[in-house]
C-alpha cells in the first residue's frame, strides 16, 4: 500500500530535497517521483508515490505531518492519498450508452479500481445498462423549473453515498454553479470534439460543416464556464471527405470512450494537478 | 504520359459509364478512377487518369472533346491537365526559414516533380537559403500605405514567369483581394494550428494558454477570409505540461513542413477538387 | 436497399466501362464505385455498390447476369451481396473478456449491423457476459486429444446457425485445417502486436523486453500459417520507459477492440477484397 | 549555464534525497528532476539539471564531487555533463540525401545546439548536400579488402576533430568492432521500419509484400548485432493499398528525418539513458 503526495507552490530551491528526505528519514521508499517546474508561471509542482510498510510516522498521522512540512513552502494546493482507498465514482448519463458501456466493462474487470455506488441520468433510456451490470439507476428529470431542486437532489444521492468523483458520460445537461461549488475539481467531463474547436452543442456536426480533416474528443474538468475547463487529455483520428457526418459519430465514438477512460484513469489515480485553468499529468 | 480528368457536378445516374465509356472507346486505359458522390450535397465528383499512348484523339483535341462529353451534366468544376507538363510554383516567405527548406530540399530531389521560378519575401532575410539552391529571389517589401502597389508587383513577377500556384510557406501577410482574384484556388497557405482552433496570431501561444494536449497545423487554400478557407490536410501531435512554448514552436515547425508538403503534392498532382468551402482529396 | 459487387482479375482497359453500363443500362444508380490497379501484380479490383429500386433485373437474376457480365475478364474473385441481408457472426473467445464485450455493445446499438446467433468459448470464464447481453453461449473445450472432433462440433454449431463470419476475439487455440476450410476468407482475428513483430505468444512481453517505443495490434484473416495471413487493419500507441508490461496489456486492449471492430465492420460491409495475402480495403 | 547529472544503480531508499541534498546545500536550484525505477530489473534511474549560477562548488570539481557521492549506490552508469558544451556530432551518409539535408538545415536554425566538423561518406555523391552548408566533406570509400583500413581513417578523422556524437543518416555500411569499440554508446543510426518488423535490407519493399498497413521509422543505438541495439525512438504513418513502394518510400522519408532528429536531439540534451538494451528517455 501506497501513499500519494501531490502539491503545487511557488517555485524556490530544496523543495525536493525536504520532501525526500521527509521520506528517507521516516523509512519509507520512493517508488515513483515526478516533479515539474512552470518555469513561465514559476510554478513548482510535485507527485511522489511511496510504500507506506515500514513507514514511521502512523497512517492517520501522515497527512498532518506532511502538511506540517511543506506548510513553509505555500503550496496552493496539497492532496494526500492512500492507494488502498478506492475512489467512489458517480457516472452521470443521458440517452448515449457508448460511454457508459465502456465503464462499466472496465469496472466489470476493476481496471479502474474504484467503486460505482450509483448511475445518474436525466432520462429512463439506459436503465438496462445500468442493470445488465449492477449498478443502482436514479432516474433524476431534468426541466427548466425544476432544475434547481433535482440538482440538489442528486447532490444528495452522492453525498449519500460518499461520492468523490462524477464522471460525465455524455451527459447532455449543464451543471448549475451549486452542483459544481460541491464537486469542484471533481467532475470530468468528455466532449466529442478537439476543444477549442467546436465548442457546444453538434461539434460532429460543425466538424463536418468547416471540412476538417481530422475529428477529436477532449476529457476536462467542468467549471461554470461551458467546454472551457482543464484539459486532462485529447486524441484524435483522421477522416477524409468520404466520411459522413455518421461515419464522425461511429468513428468518434472510439475516440470519446478511450479519452475519458485515460481521463478517469488518471484522476483516480492521482496523477492529475489542476492550476490556472490547465493540467499536469503525471 | 497520362491526362488527368477532374469534374464535379450534380449528382444523376450513369456519370461514371459516360466517363469511362469515353475513354475506353478512345483506346485510353484508365491508371485511376476516383468517384465520390456527397449524398447530403447530391454533388458528384471524379478524378479519372488515363494512359494517353494509343489514344485516338490528339492531344490537344482531348480537352474540347471531354469538355463537350460532359456539358449535360452541367458541371461546376471542369479541368483536364496532363501529366508531363510540370506546375510552375511560386514560394513566399517571410522570416521562417523551415518551410522553405523543406520545400528547396524536395525540389532538390525532385519529389514534387514541379517547376520553381521564384521566390517572394518581404524581407530580405532568407535570400542565402534561395541561393543555396539556385533559385531567384525577389524582395517586396511590404508597407500598409504600398501594399497595393507591391501586390501588383507580386502579381507581375508570376506572371511573367507563368506561374499558377503560389504556396505561402510561413508568408506574414495577408494576400490582398486584388492578388487573390488572379490565383485564386491556387495559394495554399501553412497555418500552424488545427484549424478552427487559434485562428490569427500566435496561434502556439494560444494553444499553450489553453493548455491543450495535442498541437497541429493545416494547410488550405486562401481566400480572402482569413484562415478561413478549404482545409487540404491537418496533423497533430501529442504534447504535455512539460512541454514549453518553444517546445510548441519546435515540434510544431515538423508537422508545418510536411502538412505544407503534403498539401502542395496532392494540389500538383491535380488530386484536389474544392465544394463549400471543402476539399475532396483523391 | 443496396447490391454490392466485388471483384478482381487481370487488369485491361474497358472493365470499369463494362461494369458501369451494365448498371446504368438497367437503371441503377452508383453510390459508391471504388477501383484499384496493383500495376505491379497486374490486378485489377473493384467495388460497385447501386441503389436496386427501378433496377430493371429482378433481385434473383442479378448474381448471374453480373457474372454473365465479367466472365470476359477471368475474375479470380467474385462476390454479389445485398446490404438488407444481415451478416451473421459466431464469436469466439477464450477468458479475456474485453473483445468480447466490446462487439456486444457495439451489437447492442446495432452498429456493426449483423446477428450474432452464439458465441464458442473453450473455457466456461465469460459465460456471464454472453448472457448479460442474451446471446446463446456454447463452451466447447479444447484438448490435444479431442480437438479433430471438438472442432468438428463447433462447425456443427455454426453451420446450424447458418454463420457465415467467425470472429476470433482473443481466442487462444489454433483452428485446425477442417476448421478454416470450412470458413476460408471468413475467419477475422486480432493479434496483439504490430505484425510481423512479435509473432506467437506474449507479444506484449516480448514488446517489452525489445524496448520498443510503440505497441500495436494487428487485425487479420487466418491462415494456416500462425499470424501470417492478410492484414485487415492496425494501430499503435506510443509508450515509454514508464509504461510496465502491465500498462502496455491495459492500454493494449483499447487497441485490440477498436482494431477488430473496424475489422469485422468492413469485413460485414462487404468492403474487403484479398489478393496475394494481402487485403484490398473499400 | 546547467549541469546535468545522469546516472542509474541498484535501486534502494534514499537515493533521491541524496541526490536533491547535494545540490540544495550547495546552492544549486534544480529545473529538471526525472527519476524512473524499473521495478522488474530493480534499476534506479535520474537525470537531474541544475542551474549553475551560485553553485558553491567550482566547475572543474563538481564532478569529483558527484562521483564521490554517489559511489554508494553502486552506479553502473554516471555521467555529468555542461549545457555550454556544444556536443561535436559528425553525420555519415551514402547516397540518400534526405536525413543529411534535414539535419544540416536543422543545424543551420541551431536548433540542435551542437558542432557539425565534418560529414564522411563511403561515396561522393551527397558532396554537394556538403559544401552548400559550409560542411567539411570526406570521402571515405569502402570496400571489403580495404574496410578494416579505412574504418581507421574514419576514427583518425573523428578523433581529429574531438567528435563525440556520430549519427548514421541512411549510412548504408556496417560498422566493424573496431569502430564501435571507439564509440559505444555514440552511434545513432535511423533504420526504415519500425523494429523489430523488417529488420536489414529493403524494409519497404519487405512492408509491401507483407501487405501491412502502417510504416514505420526507428533510431537506435548501434551496436554490433545489425538493427538490434536500444531503441531511442519510432514513429509510424498508415499506409493503404493505394500505397505503391514508391509512395511508401517518398512518405517513409518524413518519417526516417524527423525520428532521427528526435533522437539527436534527446542524445545531444544528455537525455537519454541505456540499459539491457534499452532506453530510458527523459
Request: net charge negative; charged share 25%; aromatic share 10%.
Amino acid at each position: 500500500m501506497h501513499a500519494v503526495l501531490r502539491m503545487c507552490c511557488p517555485d524556490r530551491a530544496g523543495i525536493v530535497a525536504e520532501l525526500s528526505n521527509f521520506i528517507y528519514r521516516n523509512s519509507g521508499n520512493i517508488v515513483h517521483l515526478d516533479q515539474h517546474v512552470d518555469a513561465q508561471a514559476n510554478v513548482f509542482f510535485a507527485r511522489i508515490e511511496w510504500v507506506l510498510e515500514d513507514f514511521l510516522i502512523a497512517r492517520d498521522g501522515i497527512e498532518d505531518a506532511a502538511r506540517h512540512l511543506v506548510r513553509p513552502f505555500d503550496p496552493t494546493f496539497f492532496s494526500l492519498d492512500f492507494t488502498d482507498r478506492r475512489p467512489r465514482v458517480a457516472i452521470f448519463v443521458t440517452k448515449e450508452s457508448h460511454c457508459l458501456y465502456d465503464l462499466l466493462v472496465r469496472h466489470d474487470s476493476d481496471e479502474l479500481q474504484v467503486d460505482i455506488p450509483l448511475i445518474v441520468s436525466n432520462h429512463d433510456t439506459l436503465r438496462g445498462a445500468a442493470e445488465k451490470f449492477g449498478i443502482a439507476f436514479h432516474h433524476v428529470p431534468i426541466f427548466p423549473e425544476t432544475k434547481a431542486a433535482q440538482e440538489a437532489e442528486q447532490v444528495r444521492l452522492l453525498k449519500e453515498q460518499d461520492v468523490d468523483t462524477v464522471v460525465l458520460a455524455r451527459y447532455m445537461q449543464v451543471l448549475g454553479g451549486t452542483f459544481l461549488d460541491g464537486f469542484a475539481g471533481s467532475v470530468i467531463n468528455i466532449h466529442h470534439s478537439f476543444l477549442p474547436a467546436f465548442v457546444g452543442a453538434k461539434p460532429y456536426q460543425q466538424a463536418y460543416e468547416r471540412g476538417v480533416k481530422i475529428i477529436g474528443a477532449t476529457s476536462h474538468y467542468v467549471t461554470p464556464d461551458l467546454d472551457q475547463g482543464p484539459i486532462i487529455g485529447q486524441d484524435v483520428i483522421h477522416v477524409s471527405h468520404r466520411d459522413s457526418i455518421e461515419d464522425f459519430i461511429r468513428q468518434g465514438k472510439d475516440l470519446e470512450k478511450v479519452v475519458l477512460a485515460r481521463a478517469v484513469w488518471h484522476h483516480v489515480r492521482h496523477r492529475v494537478l489542476t492550476y490556472n485553468n490547465k493540467t499536469v499529468l503525471f
